[in-house]
DNA sequence: CCAGACGTTGTT
DNA sequence: GTCTGG
DNA sequence: CCAGACGTTGTT
DNA sequence: GTCTGG
């Protein structure tokens, strides 16, 4: 799956990788431990034309909840299901969204009672665009003109890499798909499966890290330097760039 | 009809 | 809002 | 995803 | 154990 990310890379950047105007960007700093329920930015159509970069909170609150607390349980979507769940299928028709990541960490249990992170990114180091869906979510008892957009994250099969951590991985999308995923209102959400395939196994490269990463109030370079894989009995091996190492 | 869920991952 | 379960 | 809380009454 | 918050 994806519950935590990293973004560091200018606005300026990611606006000639997405295809924003530059005048009409967020302010950016940069965020090395993304964590669900924060604020991040994200990559839509804009309503008239051309496409925008808003922050929205991360879990998807879906229009119709009337505790938006739901948000918190709904940081992924299946990209297999989400056409028939109530809280993703008007999104997925009408709402997508791009998830600029300069890469993201997954958890492997190395234990019963251990997980080690990894952090996995392009291996050319270009920011990544995961596939996202977002919604608009009123506060109906506030009275006051209480809205918050949202959004989540879509998870498919990994790839040869990925399943060596983990059992999921997110949607990534290349360039290729960004106008058909960002394109307006698509009737038969069919049309859009083929871009839920893992991406190339030669794509992405991953590292261990330190556990520094596990709390979400640690938000430094830390997060995402190479470190050793411990084990709960506290013997070490020194983290290769696995990646790196399966392509080179 | 109304009430209650609406989600994923991982673990057992 | 809409579907499922009772 | 992980971390941290998980409760009430009464008194200050 | 399970839920909430980040």
């Not at 990114?121 to 008892?141: C, I, N, S, V």
């Not at 030669?202 to 411990?230: F, G, W």
Request: hydrophobic share 40%; charged share 25%; aromatic share 8%.
């Amino acid at each position: 799956m994806c519950g935590r990310y990293c973004l560091t890379t200018d606005a300026a950047i990611l606006a000639e990788i997405f295809g924003l105007t530059p005048s009409d960007l967020p302010e950016l700093a940069p965020r090395f431990n993304i964590a669900p329920t924060k604020h991040a930015p994200v990559v839509r159509a804009g309503e008239e034309a051309g496409r925008r970069m808003d922050l929205m909170h991360w879990g998807l609150i879906p229009f119709w909840a009337k505790d938006p607390t739901i948000g918190s349980r709904m940081i992924n979507a299946r990209s297999e299901t989400a056409a028939e769940k109530p809280a993703y299928r008007n999104a997925i028709r009408r709402r997508r969204c791009l998830v600029p990541a300069d890469g993201f960490y997954e958890w492997k249990k190395i234990s019963p009672k251990s997980k080690q992170p990894y952090f996995i990114h392009a291996r050319d180091d270009r920011p990544l665009a995961l596939a996202g869906l977002w919604d608009r979510w009123k506060d109906k008892a506030g009275g006051e003109d209480n809205v918050i957009e949202s959004f989540t994250i879509l998870t498919t099969q990994p790839n040869r890499l990925l399943k060596s951590v983990h059992d999921r991985m997110p949607v990534i999308i290349g360039p290729e798909g960004f106008d058909l995923w960002l394109s307006g209102e698509v009737e038969d959400p069919a049309d859009l499966q083929h871009l839920f395939q893992p991406v190339a196994d030669d794509t992405l490269a991953m590292h261990p890290v330190s556990r520094h990463v596990n709390s979400p109030a640690n938000d430094d370079a830390k997060c995402i330097e190479p470190a050793e894989v411990v084990d709960p009995k506290g013997s070490k091996r020194h983290g290769s760039d696995d990646g790196a190492a399966l392509f080179s």
